[in-house]
């Protein structure tokens, strides 16, 4: 078993930052790759951002140099640093933890960018 808690959602201009954060605790050792996800009202959750065990990182389209994944030495924590916020971001952002056998995820963080 895996938990996720996030953290550092909020309320921010346009051009604006933020940095998320998404503790794990549990079975840390058995995660093989963190990412972010994100809904938008009426919208499909996507892909924002993941990051893998062996340290490569993808990114959707729509974020690509804006923001930047990464894990802390332990493993336990993610980040999602975001730069250069856009009305577009605005959504839930959600951690999600994938093991060998089942993917967790957290309840969410809400993340508004104003114009």
């Known amino acids: 078993q895996v938990q996720l808690v996030e953290s550092g959602g909020g309320l921010v201009q346009a051009g604006g930052s933020l940095r998320l954060s998404c503790v794990a605790s549990?079975?840390?050792?058995?995660?093989?790759?963190m990412g972010w996800y994100r809904q938008a009202p009426g919208k499909q959750r996507e892909l924002v951002a993941i990051?893998?065990?062996?340290?490569?990182?993808n990114y959707a389209e729509s974020v690509q140099g804006r923001f930047t994944v990464s894990r802390n030495n332990a493993g336990n924590t993610l980040f999602l640093e975001m730069n250069n916020l856009k009305p577009e971001d605005t959504a839930v952002y959600y951690c999600?933890?994938?093991?060998?056998?089942?993917?967790?995820w957290g309840q969410g963080t809400q993340v508004t960018v104003s114009s």
């Open positions: 999600k933890a994938v093991t060998r056998i089942w993917a967790y």
């Open positions: 990051d893998t065990s062996g340290g490569s990182t």
């Open positions: 549990g079975s840390i050792a058995s995660i093989n790759a």
